[in-house]
């Protein structure tokens, strides 16, 4: 039975990754851009359209919600769904996961007093 060697075993170890070095040397070119500065700078970008017969002047972002939004109330059940998640994500962050709503003056009380039952208890046991 013949064993098998990792590629990196069989490569000489002057060609191998030294610790602490990264594999791209020469590293990222300067002035590259990442998707998200493309993406910002694209949407940005002013167009002409033609709205109730009037010339209009708008951002390709703009454009983009204009015409989900018509699709939406076209029928359209996947752009209406997209607009719905898009909403709920931009304006109401508390109903995401992960973003803890605020509390009520109730919910407070009942947190505290847990807080006092459960340091007590730990007093009693001995943590």
């Known amino acids: 039975m013949t064993t098998t060697r990792l590629a990196t075993e069989s490569r000489p170890t002057a060609s191998r990754w030294r610790k602490g070095q990264s594999g791209n040397r020469r590293g990222r070119r300067k002035g590259t851009r990442n998707l998200k500065t493309e993406l910002t700078e694209e949407l940005g970008e002013i167009i002409h359209i033609k709205?109730?017969?009037?010339?209009?002047?708008?951002?390709?972002?703009?454009?983009?919600?204009?015409?989900?939004?018509?699709?939406?109330?076209q029928g359209d059940t996947r752009a209406a769904t997209l607009l719905i998640n898009i909403i709920f994500r931009l304006l109401r962050p508390e109903l995401i996961e992960g973003v803890p709503p605020e509390l009520t003056k109730e919910d407070q009380a009942i947190l505290d007093t847990f807080e006092v039952r459960r340091r007590k208890g730990d007093e009693e046991s001995g943590k």
Not at 52 to 67: E, F, N, P, Y
């Open 51 to 73: 709205e109730r017969g009037a010339a209009r002047r708008i951002t390709k972002q703009r454009a983009l919600v204009k015409t989900m939004t018509a699709k939406a109330l």
